[in-house]
Nanobody, 124 residues
């Protein structure tokens, strides 16, 4: 059974960069769409990026202009590179997989396989 495992979280100072990884353990991403989400304390989980099998990507909210998602199919890994981090980027970050689509998924409910998350703290 495929499991998604996030890594790369930790503490980083404001203005710096961090790259998160999401590995498909026990299987492959194949043609699935992969999204990155985050959830800060007391807030709802929100979609940040989606990446489909055609390498089409979308960025929402705080991810626009600062975050980049990419995939390495040979390593069964999807990445989230985050630049110019701010204290309000502090959150639990999750990756999730959804169905194959030529378009871009936009709703949390479309993603059915979730990782357990990795914590990011942005603080001086």
């Amino acid at each position: 059974q495929v499991q998604l495992v996030e890594s790369g979280g930790g503490w980083v100072q404001p203005g710096n960069s961090l790259t998160l990884s999401c590995e498909a353990s026990g299987g492959t991403f194949g043609d699935l769409t992969v999204g990155w989400f985050r959830q800060a304390p007391g807030q709802e989980r929100r979609l940040l990026t989606t990446l489909n099998y055609l390498e089409g990507a979308s960025y929402q909210g705080p991810a626009a202009g600062r975050f980049t998602t990419s995939r390495n199919n040979a390593k069964n890994t999807v990445f989230l590179q985050m630049n110019n981090l701010r204290p309000d980027d502090t959150a639990e970050y999750f990756c999730a997989a959804g169905p194959k689509t030529r378009g871009l998924l936009s709703r949390l409910s479309e993603f059915t396989l979730w990782g357990r998350g990795t914590h990011v703290i942005v603080s001086s």
